[in-house]
């Protein structure tokens, strides 16, 4: 159930006569794949699948909505149906059920190798559709509508708080306790750049060691978030992207790793349904940047794809 | 973790005690809560542990007063085996109390009479077909249980690189070590054991300090896994319990101050290392016995001089039960240590 409490701000009500002129926009952020993916317990001894996400705000996809007067909402481009079915779950979540807009979306992320491009496109167009009634809505909202737009969705409504993320139900299970560090992320693609078909992935059966594991590996990313410590966090990443490899493996991730280790890295996260693998570093390091490049070339000289260097939650005006 | 009620879960969970600046102690009421709620969930979960089954164990140690404690709860039959020798009246009385059946063998070696009480638990087994074994011993479910106690140090201290403790089935000290070991490979994991006790390639005998050795060896013991084992008498883990009550106020059982014992020795011998040391009971049940002076003026040789520093052996011997031994393990199987030690 969702309460009026749910939204900032009391909507106004629907357009009536005459041809809506109300316009929202939103945007919503990209990621690099997750930090931990995996099953973990709630406080009732439930198991959850959740995740906490990278995110790469560089990236960017932006909607706008335009209110209509039409019996129901379009898009474009058209096949970008999950975003038009979360306008439309947005509009019934604002309490006005069957209204009418236009949805058009423009997105700067590539699809299929798990920067979640579908989520991005979804969450800007529920940040959007909410604009144009001038409701903010909260991360917690916008994740849930996300969730029933498409079925499982990523954290980042959540922008840089670091949360842990129950991806099929739009719940937090955890929030790790602020933002995450500041770092430096060389990303790139295996498995030759191919794109990977999220729907088609069953989720990954885990044995009881790995679930329990899981347990200790949220409690260290819980740990290096309180105390800013990148190099905790990369650990409990490379052990998440260590067991996703019995699920989803990544061709060459032991010389990613093998690279990782050689230079110095805090660790390697991968995109636990997609294709990208990305050897993390410190940025408040110094050398950080100088890191970053030579493990960008061994990256390329060994022959993964599209090698680039992202900067994730650095401080503004660094 | 807010806002859910989970007496149980409560009280599984140690309290943590910083004992030096280096030194993390996980001081638990009751230790064999943490298996022994996870080995019923799991079987729950799995539709081996049926409402209102019966379950059976071979002990009569603190997993049995776990696993009555739960039964109790959660409305299951329980029947606890053990051995004449190994069981007092009052906590036998006590698990009674709580509902277990105990079923004490006779046991005319003195050794405990693990085979009688196995061939005991079988008769029970095969009476009863919703019968379920928990199998503390060999039960991968024990040693998995301890990944919240995993969890829970390194919420609390980040990295751990070194982590003591005893060694009774094997289930804790490997438990933990082994998820803490993926985290930060070059974990440091050293065992407490005692004089006569066979997990360690020692002849089997009498021993006084209870709770942890084994004559048997259970296949939660992983071996592989332990870079340095000592061996405690009982005279040292008795002091070394009385200290950890005057110095830090902790009212625990002489297990805990045999790992308390060693573990304050690693941490002064590895200032550098952050140190966690588990401890897993309480000291009421050793109220009449360890904190009692008339009980411990009657035992031969009491008091005695308590080592400050363990006798490092090259060649595993037993020694007495005032003493404090050490051997440098390495990681390796019982049987590559065994057969080094034959060649000498
Ligand atoms: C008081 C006490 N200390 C230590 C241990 C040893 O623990 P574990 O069986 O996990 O090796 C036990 C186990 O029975 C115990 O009861």
Redesign the interface.
């Known amino acids: 159930m969702t309460g009026a409490g749910d939204v900032a701000q009391r909507p106004e009500p629907p357009p009536t006569g005459g041809p809506a002129t109300r316009i929202g926009t939103g945007r919503a952020i990209a990621h690099h794949g997750e930090l931990v993916q995996g099953v973990f317990e709630d406080?009732?001894?439930r198991l959850h699948r959740a995740l906490v996400t990278l995110p790469l705000a560089r990236l960017q996809s932006e909607a706008t909505f335009t209110r209509t007067n039409a019996a129901a909402v379009r898009v474009r481009p058209q096949h970008r149906t999950k975003a038009a079915e979360a306008a439309r779950l947005t509009l019934a979540h604002l309490g006005f059920p069957g209204a009418g807009g236009a949805l058009s979306i423009a997105s700067a992320i590539p699809v299929g190798h798990g920067y979640g491009s579908s989520t991005a496109d979804v969450v800007a167009s529920i940040r959007a559709t909410a604009a144009a009634y001038d409701v903010k809505l909260r991360a917690s909202s916008v994740s849930r509508i996300a969730v029933a737009a498409e079925g499982a969705s990523d954290a980042i409504a959540y922008e840089d708080q670091a949360v842990l993320f129950a991806q099929r139900e739009g719940i937090v299970v955890e929030e790790l306790g602020g933002a995450l560090p500041a770092l430096l992320v060389v990303g790139f693609k295996a498995n030759g750049g191919q794109p990977i078909d999220t729907l088609r992935l069953t989720p990954a059966r885990y044995s009881?060691?790995e679930i329990?594991?899981f347990?200790?590996?949220?409690?260290?990313a819980?740990?290096a978030v309180r105390?800013q410590?990148p190099y905790?966090l990369g650990?409990?990443a490379t052990?998440s992207a260590q067991i996703s490899q019995h699920h989803l493996p990544k061709q060459h991730f032991n010389i990613a790793l093998d690279i990782a280790n050689r230079n110095g890295a805090c660790g390697v996260q991968v995109a636990h349904s997609g294709s990208l693998i990305g050897i993390i570093l410190d940025l408040s390091e110094k050398g950080a940047h100088q890191k970053a490049t030579a493990i960008a070339e061994a990256a390329s000289d060994i022959g993964f794809k599209d090698v680039e260097i992202h900067r994730v939650n650095e401080e503004a005006g660094r | 973790m807010s806002g859910h009620v989970d007496y149980f879960r409560a009280l599984e969970t140690p309290r943590l005690a910083r004992l030096s600046h280096n030194l993390v102690a996980a001081a638990f009421p009751l230790m064999k809560l943490m298996p022994a709620r996870y080995i019923l969930d799991r079987a729950e979960a799995c539709g081996e542990l049926k409402a209102g089954a019966h379950i059976v164990e071979t002990t009569s140690g603190t997993f049995g007063m776990a696993l009555a404690l739960l039964a109790a709860a959660r409305g299951y039959l329980l029947t606890l085996v053990t051995a004449s020798s190994l069981i007092d009246a009052t906590y036998k009385a006590r698990l009674e109390r709580i509902g277990a059946t105990v079923i004490a063998i006779d046991d005319p070696r003195g050794d405990g009479n693990q085979p009688g009480r196995l061939d005991c638990l079988q008769t029970i087994l095969m009476s009863d077909p919703e019968c379920f074994w928990t199998r503390q011993y060999d039960s991968p479910r024990n040693w998995l249980a301890y990944a919240r106690l995993a969890e829970f140090l390194v919420r609390a201290m980040g990295k751990v690189d070194c982590l003591v403790g005893c060694i009774g089935t094997g289930g804790s000290l490997c438990g933990t070590g082994t998820f803490l070991r993926t985290l930060f490979p070059d974990l440091k994991i050293v065992a407490v054991d005692t004089h006569r006790s066979i997990l360690f390639g020692q002849p089997a005998g009498k021993r006084m300090l209870r709770g942890l050795g084994n004559s048997v060896l259970p296949a939660n013991v992983r071996h592989d896994l332990i870079d340095e084992i000592h061996w405690v008498g009982a005279y040292p883990a008795y002091m070394a319990a009385h200290q950890l009550l005057r110095l830090h106020g902790l009212f625990q059982g002489p297990t805990s101050g045999a790992a308390a014992l060693v573990a304050q020795w690693v941490a002064k011998t590895y200032p550098d290392a952050q140190v966690a040391v588990i401890m897993p009971d309480e000291g009421h049940r050793h109220a009449d016995t360890v904190y009692n002076d008339q009980w411990l003026a009657a035992l031969p040789g009491w008091p005695c001089e308590q080592p400050s520093v363990p006798t490092t052996l090259s060649r595993i011997m037993p020694a007495t039960e005032s003493e404090w031994t050490r051997f440098s393990w390495q990681r390796r199987s019982l049987d590559d240590v065994l057969a080094t030690q034959s060649l000498r």
């Open positions: 406080d009732n001894g009881s060691e329990q594991l347990r200790v590996l949220r409690g260290l819980s740990r105390l410590d905790l650990r409990a052990i």
